[in-house]
Every structure is written in C-alpha cells, then in structure tokens.
C-alpha cells in the first residue's frame, strides 16, 4: 500500500490561505462603506440592484488587465497601486458610452497565494471602486502552480455600468465645428510598459537607483468617472475618447463619424517629464504617438459654448484646454504640426 500522502497543499495549492484572503477582501471592502463585512463576497455570485431612477436602463460591460506594468510593480515590489490601474483601464472605458460605473470584480491568478502582495493588490483596487463610486461585489483568486513562475501573477478587471437610453453617448451626437478637448494624464496610465522595458533593458537602466523612473512608473492610471459623470449630467459633451494603447489618434477614430475629420494640433498638447525622458531617450515622434497618451489621458468632444463651463468640474491638475476641432473631411483623424518635446 502507497503511504505517501497526496494532498491539495502539497501539489502548491494553499486553500487556507485563499479563503483568508477572501475573508479580507469582503471586509476591507465593507468597512469603505460602514459595514462589517460584505455577505456577497465568497459566494458563487453577487447580486445588485439597477438604479431606479435611470430610464429604459441599458447595461454596459468592460474587461481589461494593466498589462506589463505588473513587471514594474515586481521589480519595485510595489502592489499598491496596479490595483487602481485596473479599476481605470475598464471604467475609463465604461464611461465612453454615457454610462455610470455600477459595479466591478477581479480576477488574480498567481504562482502562490502570496497574503501580503494580494492585500496590497486589493486596497489599490478597492481604492479605484472609491474613485469611481462603484462597488466591488466579488472576484476569483487562482493559486497556480507550474503555470507562473515564481513571484509572478496577472490580474484582470471587469466593470458594469448603467446608461439611460436616451443618455447614451455616440458618433451622431458630434458634429462639424465641435472641439477637440483634452484632459491630462497622470502619467503613462497603463499602456506601452512592454515598450518602456525594453528601453531600460537595452539603456541598463536599473530603476530601483533612479528616484525619478522609481516615482513615475508605478503613478496609478487617473480614473475620469466623477467628472465626466458631471459633464454627462449637465449636457455638456457629445462624446469622449479614453486615450489607452493606439494613442491619440487610433482611438479618437473610434467615435468620428463616417465624412468627419479630427484635426488635431499636436503642439498644444501639454506633455509630462516621464513622456519628455522616454523621447530624450531615443524613442521616434511617430512611436511615442501611437504607443503613448502622451500627456493627454481623455478627450472631449464639445460645442464651443460649453467650453468654458468644463473647469469648473476638474481640479487644476486636470484642467482641460483645446487641442483641435471637427471638420468635414473623409480623414477621421488628422495630426497636424509636432509635439514640443522639452
């Protein structure tokens, strides 16, 4: 007879230890909202309510991850911040559409059920629920051995939001004259990491000796919901772009209607150190546009008479100015001058 034992935690997965991980989840989360501790969490699903006050209610759905900036937040071992990379990679996307972020969930599959690194991981994500006034209503945390390398993992978010139909944001609403507003990002949000590693790797650059690439990398992705939530209230905007892989221009084409034309004069963009440092650093005017936000982490497409009301809902730091207009041309997007890089 076999007397050798074979058990779950012996092939590399720890039950124990995930269940106390759940248990933190569905209380970390509670206390944000004076609650002991969220009864949802740790079931088989999660159940909530569509507001009331929304007209013919249509669900909008958005899935992303925050891609090779895990590898960053490896090397600094740093989890703090990914996890509101990952609330804003879906949320900025809900918005688009006119829709109010409703509720998120999380998907964490790691080598080893690592408590302190997925603590982490989770307050940042709970914080970006915060920021977007939406719920975290649940997730699944996958121990897996074999497939991750030691102290690796990946991380997936999935938001739903609500939109009243008449409320919607599309191509009909934008029309020839309206402006081209941009709104600052806090830095590179979450795109083009595999780009910027490759740069450090070639350059030798070792980031845990420099106090500026240290500060800049791990910057959290700025989530827009409250503020274009505002802007949406008050009629303000007839559509917005969140500008993620692909840049400014593969992803205002996305919302110009078929005969219009974005015309954009790139050098009114306002761009950041970090952006400044990877151009100064060898990286192509033509790679940094198409990898990069460049500065410009949303864009707003207005009527020039509600220009002026838009500040008055951001801080300083975000305050949105005109980078170009709509006119009619059969180029959906058109990218004029050149970034003034300094």
């Keep these: 007879m076999n007397k050798k034992k074979f058990t779950y935690k012996k092939s590399g997965v720890n039950i124990k230890a995930a269940d106390k991980f ?18 949802n969490i740790g079931g088989f699903g999660s159940i909530t309510n569509i507001p009331n006050n929304i007209k013919q209610p249509k669900i909008v759905a958005c899935t992303d991850g925050v891609g090779t900036k895990i590898e960053i937040a490896n090397t600094l071992n740093k989890f703090d911040t990914i996890g509101i990379d990952l609330v804003a990679m879906s949320v900025n996307d809900l918005i688009v559409q006119g829709a109010k972020p409703l509720l998120f969930l999380d998907y964490i599959s790691i080598n080893k059920i690592d408590l302190k690194k997925l603590k982490a991981i989770i307050k940042g994500i709970n914080k970006g629920c915060n920021q977007s006034e939406c719920e975290l209503v ?7 051995p074999g497939t991750y390398e030691k102290g690796k993992f990946d991380i997936a978010g999935f938001a739903v939001g609500v939109v009243g139909k ?11 004259n309206n402006l081209i507003v941009a709104i600052p990002s806090s830095g ?18 070792n980031i845990k000796k420099n ?34 892989g692909g840049g400014l221009a593969d992803n205002i084409k996305r919302i110009i209607p078929d005969k219009l034309s974005a015309h954009i004069s790139l050098d009114k963009i306002e761009t950041s150190k970090i952006f400044n440092w990877l151009k100064n650093n060898g990286i192509s005017d033509k790679e940094m546009l198409k990898t990069f936000n460049c500065g410009v982490g949303f864009c707003l497409i207005v009527e020039s008479k509600n220009l002026k ?11 949105p100015y005109v980078i170009g207009k709509i006119f009619n041309g059969k180029n959906k997007v058109k990218l004029n001058g050149s970034i003034n890089w300094s």
């Design 22 to 39: 759940v248990d933190f989840i569905s209380t970390v989360s509670a206390k944000k909202r004076g609650k002991k501790k969220f009864s």
């Design 138 to 144: 649940g997730g699944e945390t996958a121990e897996m």
């Design 166 to 176: 008449n409320r919607i944001l599309n191509k009909n609403k934008i029309k020839k």
């Design 188 to 205: 590179l949000h979450s795109n083009g990491y595999s780009l910027v590693r490759y740069l450090l790797k070639l350059k030798k650059i």
């Design 211 to 244: 106090k500026f690439l240290k500060s800049e990398l791990l910057k959290p992705t700025k989530i827009y919901a409250k503020e274009i939530m505002n802007l949406i209230n008050n009629n303000l905007i007839n559509g917005c772009a969140n500008i993620t």
């Design 309 to 319: 009301k838009l500040s008055k809902f951001f801080s300083k730091e975000y305050k």
